[in-house]
């Protein structure tokens, strides 16, 4: 038990085992948890790649997230969420903390600090929600690939794209999109021609790929200005 004279560290609290919180390691392909299982914890992701999905009643797939280092899952449960609306399966070895409800709760309740970093995330996710449903409404199959690369690739966040080795296949981007596989090869092998990318075996994700979501008609622009790798099929 912490003394109540010590202050609280999110951190510490997300890193190490405690009352309602233990720490599960999980290898690559492994399930987290489906759709229709009681929902009675939260997920934080100490780090690895995680893919979240949901089954419609006729079989169909979609993604609706991958998720990475230093993110939650799961929370739908602080909300009156009983079951498990979508399915959670690692694309990586993945160290995963598991928090009971009573135990999140109760440092949402007790620790301010906690409350800051847990609504910070929450508003970050809805926001990125919005954008995703904006993007399906209203743009083009190639411009939401280009915008899932960049995402993939971590453009956009605070400091340096970081290296993605996750293997991201085209079966797997065509569901994040919305579209075919077919239509996917088309345009990896477009925005390669172009300058966008470069892969053979692992991606190579250029800044340059941001022309394709902000303009109409992609130019090419220095594609050395900045890069994220990721690993995909062909």
């Known amino acids: 038990?912490?003394?109540r004279s010590e202050p609280f560290d999110p951190k510490e609290?997300?890193?190490?085992?405690?009352?309602?919180?233990?720490i599960i390691q999980y290898q690559k392909d492994q399930t987290i948890f489906s759709q229709g299982e009681v929902?009675?914890?939260?997920f934080y992701l100490q780090d690895g790649k995680v893919k979240v999905t949901v089954v419609s009643e006729q079989g169909k797939e979609a993604v609706v997230a991958i998720l990475g280092k230093s993110e939650f899952l799961g929370q739908g449960c602080l909300a009156g969420q009983l079951k498990r609306i979508s399915n959670a399966h690692t694309l990586t070895d993945c160290n995963v903390m598991?928090?009971?409800?009573?135990?999140?709760?109760?440092?949402?309740?007790?620790?301010?600090?906690?409350s800051e970093l847990f609504l910070a995330y929450l508003l970050q996710r809805t926001i990125r929600v919005e954008e995703d449903?904006?993007?399906q409404l209203f743009n083009s199959s190639e411009k939401r690939l280009a915008r899932a690369l960049l995402l993939l690739a971590n453009?956009?966040?605070?400091g340096r794209p970081e290296p993605l080795t996750t293997k991201v296949t085209q079966e797997t981007l065509a569901e994040m999109i919305g579209t075919t596989r077919s239509r996917v090869?088309?345009?990896m092998n477009k925005f390669r021609k172009l300058g966008f990318i470069d892969y053979n075996g692992t991606l190579e994700v250029h800044s340059s790929l941001l022309s394709?979501?902000?303009?109409d008609q992609p130019h090419i622009t220095d594609k050395t200005a900045g890069s994220g790798n990721i690993e995909t099929d062909r």
């Open 1 to 3: 038990m912490r003394a």
């Open 13 to 22: 609290f997300l890193a190490k085992i405690g009352e309602g919180r233990t």
């Open 39 to 42: 929902a009675d914890s939260v």
């Open 98 to 114: 598991r928090i009971e409800q009573h135990a999140i709760l109760r440092a949402l309740r007790e620790e301010p600090a906690f």
């Open 133 to 135: 449903l904006v993007d």
């Open 155 to 158: 453009f956009g966040k605070e």
């Open 185 to 187: 090869s088309f345009f």
């Open 212 to 215: 394709v979501v902000l303009n």
